[in-house]
């Protein structure tokens, strides 16, 4: 590898006052591990934006660099699961929190976080689909393991404009389910249809506190909010429905009853994509390469450079990003 390699990092000086910016860096600051990736796409998430703009305290340790995802070819191993020369995909395992992450032209990761990439897929968009698509297949996978069928009913995807949402409602429809999607931007109609939902629910609709139980709905849901709008989903999910819950974007908080799955048999079903086994990981990849459309991902990308993504971080916080954000860095 090139002995100095541009990266974003994240520091804070004596006054815990925190910065980001893009750097040069040298070789031997790379964090420790078995293999060195050449990055050649990484993502700018939620939780990237969360630790760039010090929103929440998502970064342990300082300096950082930030980027939970990230593609490209194995520069150097001493694992001997991979070998140079190998294209690779990382999600989650706390890198950009506790340990280096994707958006530097150079990566240093434990090989135990690496699985090969889909040939289905180039880089760019392995990174569109990136821990937001690969999320979204495992509440897919989870709604289908409890039994969701299409002939079952609707299924709601709420934050539905969103990274996790926008690929969700796209995998859901091509597997033939009805999807309702919420969002609090109706200007994203047009794509959201676009995109396969057959009806658009405003989010206004899930953010009061409603009733423990509600009139039957959806069979299913994927809810990326939590808060509020997961209490409200599953207080009008059918009988022995299932939701399928990874995100907190409208609060950690859960004020619902046990009304949903005491009377009716609903299931909340918790997805975690950050420690997710290696196993789910290769199976929701393999999904993805069979039941995702790669069309779907122009309409759902954006492209920015290392030096736009501190700016853009901003954007993302204040729910002003549609789909993703992919940031490619090399070849």
């Keep these: 590898m090139n002995s100095t390699f541009r ?3 994240i520091d804070r000086d004596d006054d815990k006052k925190q910065s980001a910016q893009v750097t040069d ?3 031997d600051q790379l964090p420790e591990g078995d293999v060195t990736v050449r990055v050649a796409a990484s993502t700018l998430n939620y939780k990237d934006a969360l630790a760039i703009t010090g929103a929440s305290p998502i970064v342990r340790q300082f300096p950082m660099v930030p980027g939970i995802d990230l593609a490209g070819t194995v520069d150097e191993s001493s694992n001997s699961a991979f070998a140079p020369g190998d294209r690779v995909v990382l999600n989650g395992w706390g890198v ?11 990566a ?8 090969p990439l889909e040939t289905a897929f180039t880089f760019e968009q392995a990174m569109s689909i990136g821990t937001a698509g690969y999320t979204s297949m495992l509440c897919i996978m989870a709604l289908e393991r409890n039994g969701v069928t299409p002939d079952d009913g609707e299924v709601l995807v709420t934050g539905a404009a969103g990274g996790v949402g926008s690929i969700a409602v796209a995998i859901l429809a091509k597997l033939g389910y009805q999807v309702a999607a919420v969002t609090g931007r109706p200007e994203e109609a047009d794509y959201l249809t676009g995109l396969g939902a057959s009806r658009i629910l405003p989010r206004a609709d899930f953010t009061e506190p409603g009733r423990p139980l509600a009139k039957e709905q959806w069979a299913g849901a994927v809810d990326v909010v939590g808060g509020q709008v997961l209490a409200n989903v599953c207080a009008g999910t059918k009988y022995r429905g299932t939701v399928a819950a990874c995100g907190l974007a409208g609060g950690m908080d859960f004020p619902a009853t046990v009304a949903p799955f005491i009377l009716r048999g609903v299931t909340l079903a918790g997805v975690d994509s950050v420690m997710c086994p290696v196993e789910d990981r290769r199976e929701a990849w ?23 993504c501190a700016r853009l971080a901003d954007e993302l916080i204040a729910g002003r990003v549609r789909g993703r954000i992919v940031v490619p860095i090399g070849e």
């Design 7 to 9: 990266a974003l990092l």
């Design 25 to 27: 860096l040298s070789a």
């Design 96 to 106: 950009g929190e506790r340990h280096w992450g994707g958006l530097a032209e150079y």
């Design 108 to 115: 240093r990761v434990s090989g135990d976080w690496l699985i």
């Design 286 to 308: 393999r999904r993805l390469a069979q039941d995702l459309d790669s069309a779907v991902l122009q309409p759902v990308t954006t492209s920015a450079t290392l030096d736009d």
